[in-house]
């Protein structure tokens, strides 16, 4: 079976600072995996996507994630965090274009 | 490229009345999806539609939820009767097909409903 766990529920750092969200998949084929940010009272907006090209993937306003199938992981990273990071962040896996799975989000927290 | 779009933005009904909801996707994306998202979890699938045909609808509660795509373009969700619990944010999403499909999502701004 297909899924997408995001190991934390809740992220918090001070600006300025490294963002780590983690983000583990389980899949029987090789997976599309993405990352969406939502702020609040917005849709889903694509940060980056990994679709089996580059390992390591760069996205917008700073943000990357690599690939990592030995570890079965797709970690969302940014150097050095800004306040308007502050949003709920979903890990998405796609397996034969068809079936989505939603990871249940990790909430980043920026403190000044 | 027009994104995706839904109306209205903001509802508010009486429990037992009915809504409807609207998707217009991106020209051109075969795929269309109803996401219900309730404050404070993930996006929940209710439906997705190849073209006009029901790819999955097993978590849509059918006794009071229906979705349409008649032409397969653009959608309808209609929930009758509204139940307090329904109060959420009822996203459209659109993907292209094909060769090129990576299963990207394209969302709308959502719709948000608020029964009292």
């Known amino acids: 079976a297909q899924s997408v766990t995001q190991l934390d529920s809740h992220v918090s750092v001070s600006e300025g600072t490294p963002v780590l969200l983690r983000c583990n998949y389980s899949s029987s084929y090789s997976p599309s995996l993405f990352w969406y940010v939502q702020h609040p009272n917005k849709g889903l907006q694509l940060l980056l996507k990994?679709?089996?090209?580059?390992?390591l993937v760069k996205g917008i306003n700073g943000f990357e994630a690599e690939f990592k199938k030995s570890e079965t992981s797709f970690h969302l990273t940014k150097p050095s965090a800004h306040m308007s990071d502050a949003a709920e962040y979903f890990c998405?896996?796609?397996?034969?274009?068809?079936?989505?799975?939603f990871g249940a989000g990790t909430r980043l927290f920026v403190k000044a | 490229e027009a994104g995706v779009a839904q109306s209205p933005r903001y509802k508010i009904i009486e429990k037992r009345q009915s809504v409807a909801f609207w998707c217009n996707p991106i020209s051109g994306h075969a795929t269309l999806y109803w996401y219900q998202q309730i404050l404070g979890q993930g996006p929940k699938l209710l439906i997705q539609f190849q073209n006009n045909g029901v790819v999955d609808d097993s978590q849509l509660p059918k006794d009071r939820f229906s979705a349409e795509r008649l032409k397969g373009v653009d959608s309808t969700l209609k929930i009758q009767p509204a139940k307090l619990e329904d109060s959420a944010v009822y996203l459209c999403a659109s993907s292209s097909s094909g060769q090129l499909n990576t299963g990207e999502l394209f969302f709308g701004e959502g719709s948000r409903l608020t029964v009292l």
């Open positions: 998405v896996g796609n397996t034969g274009g068809f079936k989505t799975i």
């Open positions: 990994y679709t089996s090209a580059a390992t």
